[in-house]
Each structure stands twice: as C-alpha cells, then as structure tokens.
C-alpha cells in the first residue's frame, strides 16, 4: 500500500542503522530497541509505531509507554484500543483497521448440518478449546458441527485436543490451514467463533465478515473497537454456557440469525483495502506533522 503511494520501502526484521525519513514499527516491546536507535541514527527521522495487543492488553508495560511518547503517530488496529493510550498522546493515534478480500465464489454450505469455525492458533490467550466445550453442551437434536482451524503453538494442547476429537462427535480439528483454505472455512461456515481473552484487532472478525459469515465473540475491547458495543453477538470471556446458549440460540431462530448477519455485514465496509490505505496513509501523514510529547 505504501509502495502503490510512491513510497520507498524497505522490510525488515532488524534495523543496523539504515538512514531513513520513517520507520513503521511493528510492535512496540519487540521492535523498542531498533526504533531508539533509529530514532538516534536518523535525528530528522519519524516513528510510526503500530501496537499490537500484547502491546496494550492487559496494560502497556514500560518499554511500549516508552515509544508510545517518543512516536510521531501511533496506528492502533480497532477503535476502543485508544482507551490504553495515555492522554498526552491520543491526539497522535490513527486506527487503521486490516482489511480482508473475499473469494470470487463463495462455497456451499452443508444444508444437513450447521457448520461453525473457529480460526486462532492454540495458546492460552485465545482460549481455544471454549467453543469446543459449549458445543458439548448443545442438545441432541442440534446440528451444529464445529471446525477448528489453527496450529498447535503450546505443546500442552496437542494431547488435549486429540481427547476432544476422540470424546466429542461435533468437533474437528483441521491443522493450519492456508489463506486460501482458511477464507474457504469462513465461507462455508455459518458462524466463526472468537474466544479470546483479549486481541489487538482480530483481523479474523473482517475475513468472516467479508465472507458474509457472522461473527460471535467474547466482549473483549479488540472486536467491541470493530463491531461496536451494540453487535448481539458477545458473550462474557471464558463462559461457554453463554455460548452455547448463544449458539443454540442462532441455530434455531431464525429471526436472530438474520439479525445477527445483518448487523455484521453492516460493518463490512471499514474492511476494504481502500479503507486501510487510506488510514495508513494519515498515519504516516500525520507522523510528518507532530512531534512526540512527553
């Protein structure tokens, strides 16, 4: 997106000195050091320092305070993210929400079955196998069958989601999939299922949305900052009962599921590309127009 603006762009994982007019910093504890010494190396030069959500959530530690009062812009990826932002330097963030691109065709879905997805690696903090436990809680006579896509980043998983496939006739685990297998998921599914305990801004939420498929997700700050506090489609952290119920709730009205699709594909538009270049572009806009506050 830079690129298609004029901009020359370098990627890097490491910074050793290189002379430039910006640097994009990806992750503020990860990238702190090579941003202090570019912000050395280069006394005219601007930070744009882009938070994630461990940056941020549960709180911004030292190091990311740190560059959040030495940047010249900050690029938050959802709205309520600027809660955690201290006051004196609001006035230089820019959210710029990652856009997603559908398929040409959507798939098929499976009318002898409703099939949901959930899309996230397995670790702790995307509480991964919550969506497992509430489809155990379904009815019989329910349909639902849940699809897992992710790859196993904790160790301690691996035996625990190999019970779940032996002991739980809804649930599938599907290994890491590509880009192009996962918008094929998303786009059969009827439902994605976000379950983490906290996110910077899940880009996952606008790949369904695209999609056509609706989201429902723990009301966590990283979706409420996309879908806005009114989305019907939350339940609290941790509480597979809510789910299920929200679930079962989905899979047998009707009414609420048009809803529910409704108020997402509403959202769809903040996740077109010419909406992200647009945003990113302020960013680095504005990092020419202010200077960093302490």
């Not at 911004?60 to 993210?81: C, F, N, S, V, Y």
Request: charged share 25%; net charge negative; proline share 5%.
């Amino acid at each position: 997106m830079l690129r298609e603006a004029g901009h020359e762009v370098v990627l890097t994982g490491s910074y050793s000195g290189e002379t430039a007019d910006i640097l994009v910093a990806l992750h503020a504890d990860k990238s702190h050091d090579a941003a202090l010494r570019f912000l050395e190396t280069n006394p005219g030069g601007k930070l744009v320092l882009a938070l994630t959500g461990t940056d941020i959530y549960p709180q911004p530690g030292a190091g990311a305070m740190d560059l959040m009062r030495r940047a010249h812009a900050l690029i938050t990826l959802q709205r309520k993210a600027v809660l955690k932002i201290p006051d004196n330097c609001r006035e230089k963030v820019v959210p710029v929400i990652q856009s997603a691109e559908c398929l040409a065709e959507r798939p098929e879905l499976t009318p002898s079955s409703f099939d949901i997805c959930v899309v996230g690696h397995f670790r702790d903090v995307k509480d991964p196998l919550l969506t497992a436990r509430a489809v155990r809680e379904l009815p019989a006579s329910s349909k639902i069958r849940l699809r897992h896509a992710g790859g196993i980043l904790d160790e301690k998983y691996a035996a625990l989601v190999a019970r779940e496939e032996k002991e739980n006739p809804r649930y599938e685990w599907l290994g890491e999939l590509s880009e192009i297998e996962t918008a094929r998921l998303l786009a059969s599914s009827k439902l994605m299922v976000l379950t983490s305990l906290s996110e910077g801004g899940a880009r996952v939420v606008g790949e369904s949305i695209v999609h056509g498929t609706p989201v429902l997700s723990t009301r966590i700050d990283g979706v409420l900052g996309l879908l806005g506090d009114d989305y019907p489609g939350f339940f609290p952290v941790g509480d597979s009962h809510e789910l299920a119920a929200l679930l079962e709730r989905c899979e047998t009205d009707e009414d609420f599921y048009t809803r529910l699709r409704s108020e997402a594909l509403a959202c769809a538009g903040q996740f077109h590309p010419d909406r992200e270049k647009s945003a990113l572009l302020a960013a680095i806009e504005l990092a020419g127009t202010l200077s960093p506050k302490s």
